[in-house]
């Protein structure tokens, strides 16, 4: 998964993008501001921002809110030392608690990247479905099943 680490402390920004790489998955940039952030994603479009949420300026749960407003798909997930109560209603899909081992990054970025293959297998399906409703799958299959019907007749 490509992944935008968003923290106003350096170091921590840095050991996040550390276990997302010892997890396998790629760091495509690591900022230090939830404005920061919101100009990284439009840069990357990263499948997740793993973004910390008390930060000066531009806090993550106003930067979280202005990504969803711009893209409802975008897959925000917090890291905080902040109660977890404090930080539901902001629009993140997950929260981790600071501090974070390589454990739960690892756990956290391999869950949703089953979750989100499985949801673009899904959708492909379904366009696939459509497709057929349309015509194309209609009219391809009595032509497969008369052909086995006639092969299966003949000696």
Do not use: W
Not at 41 to 61: C, E, K, Q, T
Not at 74 to 103: E, T
């Amino acid at each position: 998964m490509r992944v935008l680490v968003v923290d106003d402390q350096p170091h921590v920004g840095d050991t996040l993008a550390l276990l997302v790489a010892a997890s396998r998955h790629q760091v495509v940039e690591v900022v230090g501001s939830g404005a920061a952030a919101i100009r990284a994603y439009h840069r990357h479009r990263p499948d997740i921002v793993l973004m910390d949420f008390s930060m000066a300026r531009l806090n993550g749960g106003t930067a979280c809110r202005y990504l969803l407003a711009e893209d409802p798909d975008a897959r925000v997930v917090f890291v905080s030392s902040r109660p977890v109560a404090d930080l539901v209603n902001a629009g993140a899909i997950a929260i981790l608690q600071k501090p974070v081992g390589l454990d739960q990054i690892e756990e956290l970025l391999n869950s949703l990247q089953k979750q989100f293959l499985a949801e673009k297998e899904a959708a492909q399906k379904a366009s696939a479905e459509r497709n057929g409703d349309r015509g194309n799958g209609a009219e391809k299959s009595p032509a497969r099943t008369d052909a086995g019907a006639q092969a299966s007749t003949k000696p």
